[in-house]
């Protein structure tokens, strides 16, 4: 059986790893203490926030499939928020939303660790080089821990960070090139006083969303904030300190709201350096048959749950009637 280690598991590394699970013996490698990447869930104390991936929605057939048995087993749920549209102050109801939204329960990360479960997935190892060695790719941690020999490398982090990771000879290098990722921030405040609405798409406001985290389905008693920033914004601001950018996105949503949210039980502002994709690559995945290095992510398509899932699922599909 060939050997294939995947770097990241996000939705589209955890996306590769099940599919290619039965035919290859496949490892993941994960930097972070948990799987998830940017659907991730924050906990603190007894709150939880979904600070990344808010929502999202499931139209291409092979998602659909695939995340039947989740909506099933209640993983996946509907999320029915009533939407406001906030702007200059006003608040005012908006439209619902004409197609279902999905959120995973009891958290965000619900979706990620179940699908973890099918795999072999390394946390807490960070990638720093890739070698290719007399049997095959060799990766490697900062402490010089090795890892293969592999037949296959696929790198799923986002552009910016797979285009330092790949060795210069790789193909893909053409669209790390042509890619262009944009940063946000989320402000994420454990709430004093009940809140009123659900959701707020926000106009003309270095602010573009809010929502009670708590509304969404089964996430405890705690009413919690999420506050995101457009992406504009947020890439403009990108390198200032976070407790800068924290008082700038509280003076902001004092203002809208005419309220005071300094004295929050919780308070805390996180970094997304690489959030969306500004300029997406035009192609679903790419491989490089002869180095057998292969780069995918929600980056060739659109900063979203499901092309994240369609470029690892499709990139998948090609090895597996090409390659095992
Ligand atoms: C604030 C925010 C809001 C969003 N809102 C929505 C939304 O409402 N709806 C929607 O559909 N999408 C939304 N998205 C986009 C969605 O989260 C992404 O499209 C999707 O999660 C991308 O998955 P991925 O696996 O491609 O990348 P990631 O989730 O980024 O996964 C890559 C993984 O690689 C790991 N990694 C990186 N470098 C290394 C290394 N050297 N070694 C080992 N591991 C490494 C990272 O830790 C990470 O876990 C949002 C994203 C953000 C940040």
Redesign the pocket.
């Known amino acids: 059986m060939k050997r294939i280690a995947i770097?990241?598991?996000?939705?589209?590394?955890l996306t590769v790893g099940i599919q290619l699970n039965d035919f290859t013996t496949v490892e993941l490698?994960?930097?972070?203490r948990g799987v998830?990447?940017?659907?991730s869930t924050r906990y603190v104390k007894s709150y939880q926030f979904d600070h990344?991936?808010?929502?999202?929605t499931i139209r291409d057939q092979a998602f659909k499939k695939f995340l039947g048995p989740y909506i099933k087993t209640g993983i996946l749920k509907e999320w029915k928020p009533k939407l406001m549209l906030l702007e200059k102050g006003q608040l005012a109801k908006t439209k619902d939303w004409s197609e279902k939204h999905y959120v995973a329960s009891p958290k965000m990360n619900e979706l990620c660790l179940a699908m973890a479960k099918e795999i072999n997935v390394q946390l807490n190892?960070?990638?720093?080089r890739i070698k290719k060695g007399e049997q095959g790719w060799l990766l490697y941690t900062k402490d010089e821990n090795e890892f293969g020999p592999y037949d296959w490398v696929i790198n799923?982090?986002?552009a910016p960070?797979a285009e330092k990771?790949m060795p210069h000879s790789f193909t893909g290098h053409q669209y790390f090139k042509k890619c262009k990722m944009l940063g946000?921030y989320?402000l994420m405040l454990a709430l004093v006083v009940p809140w009123k609405w659900e959701a707020a798409i926000v106009k003309n406001s270095l602010i573009s969303w809010i929502t009670l985290n708590s509304n969404k389905p089964n996430r405890g008693n705690e009413e919690t904030l999420i506050v995101?920033t457009n992406n504009e914004w947020s890439e403009n601001h990108i390198n200032e300190a976070t407790s800068n950018i924290q008082n700038i996105i509280l003076e902001e949503l004092n203002s809208l709201l005419s309220y005071d949210f300094s004295d929050s039980q919780y308070l805390t502002t996180h970094r997304?350096r690489?959030?969306?994709t500004k300029q997406p690559v035009g192609v679903d995945y790419h491989l490089d048959h002869e180095l057998r290095l292969g780069a995918c992510?929600?980056w060739f398509i659109k900063?979203?749950?499901?092309?994240?899932f369609i470029s690892g699922y499709k990139l998948a599909d090609s090895m597996k009637k090409n390659l095992c």
Do not use: H, N, V
């Open positions: 770097i990241g598991a996000g939705m589209t590394g490698f994960e930097k972070s998830s990447g940017r659907m990344g991936t808010q929502d999202f190892i960070e990638i720093i799923t982090t986002p960070q990771l946000c989320t995101q997304w690489y959030s969306s992510g929600d900063g979203r749950i499901e092309a994240a």
